[in-house]
């Protein structure tokens, strides 16, 4: 049987790719960001390395779009999909039959 080598290409991207698939499964915002940016920018180098420039470009983008989300996450200290107490425009929620005071 012979076996054959994975091309060093190869290996980045199927690295990326499980990295993607595992930032899926977390419950943690903060650590499903960083898995999945980690796998993001393999997946960059990947599309670099093939000259495959649509993956590249998204991967990209949602590298980017992660950074910005971790870092106002950070900035804020807010929990993601954190509930407010207001709207929009500050005036209390009302829930159900009851009025916020």
Not at 26 to 52: D, K, P, Q, T
Not at 74 to 82: A, D, E, R, S, V
Request: charged letters at 15%; aromatic letters at 10%; proline letters at 3%.
């Amino acid at each position: 049987m012979e076996y054959k080598m994975l091309s060093l290409a190869s290996i980045i991207g199927y690295s990326g790719m499980l990295l993607a698939v595992i930032s899926f499964t977390l419950n943690n915002m903060i650590w499903l960001r960083i898995i999945n940016s980690s796998g993001c920018l393999l997946l960059v180098i990947y599309g670099l390395m093939i000259s495959a420039y649509p993956v590249s470009i998204l991967n990209c983008i949602i590298l980017i779009i992660n950074l910005y989300k971790m870092a106002h996450q950070l900035i804020t200290k807010k929990k993601p999909y954190q509930k407010s107490d207001t709207t929009l425009e500050g005036k209390p929620l009302e829930y159900g039959c009851y009025k916020a005071h």
